[in-house]
């Protein structure tokens, strides 16, 4: 007998076949019962997990977002001596990179966030969470106000790019990556100048980083 899913695995489930299903769908023709039949579960136990099939779009997305994470602590965590900064733009790339197969769907989610303020406040919810974890694995304090100024303007540094990366038809993302990384300088120029970052921290770690 086949071992039951678990809760967690059928949200899983469920936000895979979300995203699946906004290659092929507008969010506003997809329900439940298509979710349901696409991954053989339930119907009332999606119903119950996603009353709103608007929050299977943000298990679908989160559950992108975690696997490009948990590869991203991995990758610091070998090369610890990286500078925050490096690894800040890495983060950005890497999402960006685990993105790339689904650009058609974060173009209709923008699209249709216009007409859905639910929608439209996960979209920035999620990356804000986002932001905050690349900035932790980065090494750099979120914590009170000056914490979330930075996740918030770490936000604005990947939006400001979206654009750019819709564009972009490198195999590399090699547009996506030098408008990041200007607009990451750009944003570091404007904390500095809010005290957002700490300039001696900065001299510091610009020492640190030459000195490698």
Not at 18 to 45: F, K, Y
Not at 59 to 88: N, T
Not at 174 to 197: N, Y
């Amino acid at each position: 007998m086949a071992k039951s899913k678990s809760i967690d695995d059928i949200r899983r489930d469920i936000g895979e076949a979300m995203i699946d299903a906004l290659t092929r769908h507008e969010l506003s023709t997809i329900d439940a019962e298509m979710l349901a039949a696409e991954t053989r579960h339930d119907l009332a136990v999606i119903k119950r997990l996603f009353p709103d099939v608007t929050l299977a779009v943000e298990q679908g997305l989160r559950d992108l977002d975690d696997g490009v994470l948990a590869q991203l602590a991995e990758d610091f965590e070998a090369d610890a001596d990286a500078h925050p900064r490096e690894k800040i733009l890495e983060g950005l790339i890497a999402r960006y990179e685990a993105y790339a197969p689904y650009k058609p769907v974060i173009k209709a989610l923008n699209k249709a966030s216009v007409s859905n303020p639910m929608l439209a406040g996960l979209l920035i919810t999620r990356l804000n969470m986002t932001s905050k974890v690349i900035l932790e694995l980065s090494g750099v304090d979120t914590a009170g106000l000056k914490g979330m100024l930075r996740v918030k303007g770490l936000s604005g540094v990947a939006l400001s790019c979206q654009r750019d990366w819709f564009k972009d038809e490198s195999a590399d993302l090699s547009v996506t990556i030098r408008a990041l990384d200007a607009r990451l300088k750009q944003a570091e120029s404007l904390a500095l100048t809010l005290t957002i970052i700490d300039p001696e921290q900065k001299e510091k770690e610009n020492y640190d980083h030459a000195d490698h």
